[in-house]
Nanobody, 116 residues
């Protein structure tokens, strides 16, 4: 069983920055293909950024140029650096595998609130 725990959320003003972390533990050696998702109130969970085992990254149009996905050398921690944040970035952020892969059990997520 794999456990995912997200952290780093909080309250930030528009234009500010936050760095989210996601630690994978349990029955996992390396978190090769990973993604960050966001669920805003009243909306479906959407994928924001993905990273592959070869470090190729992809971003949704809504965050491209502002968010950066990365991982640490252990390949079990995934990061999301968020800059120039907007009120519409408010939501609960989750990490997991990209949509084309079977998902791990979802973690608790981390709340991000951007004030205008």
């Amino acid at each position: 069983q794999v456990q995912l725990v997200e952290s780093g959320g909080g309250l930030v003003q528009a234009g500010g920055s936050l760095r989210l972390s996601c630690v994978a533990s349990g029955s996992i050696m390396e978190f090769n293909n990973a993604a960050w998702y966001r669920q805003s109130r009243g909306k479906r969970r959407e994928v924001l950024a993905t990273i592959t085992g070869t470090e190729a990254t992809n971003y949704s149009d809504s965050v491209k140029g502002r968010f950066t996905i990365s991982r640490d050398n252990t390949r079990r921690t995934i990061y999301l650096q968020m800059t120039d944040m907007k009120p519409e970035d408010t939501g609960v952020y989750y990490c997991n595998t990209p949509p084309r892969f079977p998902p791990f059990p979802w973690g608790p997520g981390t709340q991000v609130t951007v004030s205008s």
